[in-house]
């Protein structure tokens, strides 16, 4: 017999043989067996779970084990039905008790089934004892791969870290069963990115290997394997990416591209002007990168540097205005410092830099440039035309020293006062100057170079007036002084002071005293009280209105001018009639008074007679202005309105027939006054003539001119000359008959046909006399 067939009876005497609960712990340390089959000696089966192989075959029926009661004779009396999960379809069992897989097993899906088994006596069909149960498990074989879920994986780590320095972790996992042998077990291996990394085989940590610069390479890209079986032959394998970038530290200080800039700048350019850029590199990144560039030496007065933070450019500027004349050409030192220092590689060496910019003034044709900012100039008031002022010198910077000419602006009085030679500045006045009228004058000069007109400077020229004593003291008002008849002497009566129009160098200072023609025949005393002021007082006691009504009291007042002097001002002083206290109204009624001669009687009697003329002119002025009114309402009723026919010219009023026309008037008729266009001059004069032999009445002369627009802006009533009024007839007519159309032809000898050329003013008119003359004819 051979080992295979031994082997193979063997088990099957384990399989018919009941089991202890000792065999059952043996037997379940046996991995290697395909099913175990156990029962107690109780009446309830327990049995040892079954173990099925994944991935087999359903095309045969793969045999698992055999379930065995205790009460099989093995007459084939029993027979088993088993139910639970996949019970007839996919687990089936046969009469002996054989359990067999028909369908293939994936232990990823499902890893366990649970079944119950039970014999039943195949006469009665009744179960010969209880229902077991029992598991069949799947065991794992390995068919499944490494797989890395996170990939693709990104990593960032900083330039120049030490070896051994963690940079990520990368995580594989499997299908397969991790606690049934090693299928699930992985192991990390690293196919790209010697030298500079490694990879733990058990965790997937990713160490740096070495150093690294980013200045030199700042990407990688790492590629790391996992192998299940730990890495046995037959295992399975998965890859993975890592992209590792190095961040930047700042490990770089900067670097100027050139040791040497050339610059220009015109001298003409204001102060802020670009001069000019420096460029410092750093190979480092972001702020690492930032710097502050700086100007070393005496050179910082004239030029400045400031940073452009967006392209770290050191821009150069004009700090103050540089002359081309003065200095031709300037040698900076310009420093840039990295703005933020690691202190792990300062002892590599300072991060600055340091490089020399020079830099040319360029020449420009430049305004002419003056002595002095501004002139102060002194001249005394009252000095005569074409006294000097003072001069003013500017001159052409440029080296072809370019001549200029000087003129003066801003003010057109200005240059009345003043005149400057235009070729050497000198200012000299034109008039005499008053120092109370003004006492400084601003003018201002330019100056112009003769071969560009453009090229133009100004400056000031403040000029003052100094003062001379040209003004003699005066008092500054006038002064009504008064005196009672019965003051005493010494009494005080008035105080007097003084004012000048100079300017004192100091302070001015008045001297008061009597004049000399009146220090030995005066009433009255001068007395100054050295304060600029002074006394007027009595020099005896009495005085009467009746003898002198007034003093004229001359006062001399001195100042202290250079040179000094006086004036005389006259004080007038007035008596009054009054008691101690002097009443200042009373007194300038008695003053005028006695300079009209006349007493208070006399002018009391004069108001009363003025005060009744007008009375009496008042109530005429009313009388008059009654009548007027009560007579002109008389005469408008008398007054009418008549068509004359004359028959035979020259009889006076005897040969007029006079007709009412106020019947003809109809009341529809609305005259307004229309302006008429042409007045003849025959009707005015007529006019004229009815006012000079007229009664001398401003009634009836009024009342001739209302008739007479009348007749003028009325078309539809007759002409002027036909209309008479008899009101105010006198005793005859010195005029005779006032028509115009008075002749010594008849109406037969005349022709009418020129008033219908005279315009619809007269067409009523002419209308009346052709009829006329067709009915004569």
Known sequence: MNCSALLSLMLMLVQLW?????????????????????????????????????EQTSVVPVYVGQLKSDLDNQDDNLEYHLTGEGAGKIFIIDEKGKIFVTEKLDREKKSFYTLRAQAINKSTKLPVEPESEFIIKVRDVNDHEPQFLDGPYMAIVPEMSPEGTSVTRVTATDGDDPSYGNNARLLYSLIQGQPYFSVEPKTGVIRMASQMDRETKDQYLVIIQAKDMVGQAG??????????NLSDINDNPPKFQQRLYYMNVSEEAPVGTTVGKVFAEDSDIGENAAMNYFIEGDSSDAFDIITNNETQEGIILLKKRVDYESKRRYSIEAKVVNRYIDDRFLEEGPFEDKTIVKINVEDADEPPVFTLDNYVMEIAEGAMSGSLVGVVTARDPDDDDCPVRYSIVHGVHLKRLFSINEHNGTIITTKPLDREIASWHNITVTATETRNPEKISEVNVYIQVLDVNDHAPEFPRYYETFVCENAVSGQLIQSISAVDQDDSAESHRFYFSLAQEATNNSHFIVKDNKDNTAGIFTAKSGFRRQEQFSFYLPILILD??????????????????????????????????????????????????????????????????????????????????????????????????????????????????????????????????????????????????????????????????????????????????LSSLGSNMSDADQSYDYLTDWGPQFKQLASMYTSHRSVRD
């Open 18 to 54: 009941p089991c202890s609960p000792s065999m059952q712990n043996r037997s379940t340390q046996n991995t290697d067996q395909s099913f175990t089959a156990v029962r107690r000696v109780k009446r309830s089966w327990v049995w040892e779970p079954f173990f099925a192989t994944e």
């Open 235 to 244: 295992a399975f394998s998965a890859t993975a990416t890592v992209t590792i």
């Open 560 to 737: 202290n001018g250079i040179p000094p002097l006086t004036s005389t001002n006259t004080l007038t002083i007035t008596v009054c009639d009054c008691d101690t206290k002097v009443n200042t109204f009373y007194c300038r009624y008695g003053a005028f008074m006695y300079s009209m001669g006349l007493s208070t009687e006399a002018l009391v009697a004069i108001l009363a007679c003025i005060l009744i003329l007008l009375v009496f002119f008042l109530a005429i002025v009313a009388i008059r202005q009654q009548r007027k009114k009560s007579s002109f309402s008389e005469k408008m009723e008398e007054f009418r309105e008549n068509i004359v026919r004359y028959d035979d010219e020259g009889g006076g009023e005897e040969d007029t027939e006079a007709f009412d026309i106020s019947a003809l008037r109809t009341h529809t008729v609305m005259r307004t006054h229309k302006p008429r266009k042409k007045v003849t001059t025959e009707i005015h004069s007529l006019y004229r003539q009815s006012l000079q032999v007229g009664p001398d009445s401003a009634v009836f002369r009024q009342f001739i001119s209302e008739k007479l627009e009348e007749a003028n802006t009325d078309p539809s009533a007759p002409p002027y000359d036909s209309l008479q009024t008899y009101a105010f007839e006198g005793t005859g007519s010195l005029a005779g008959s």
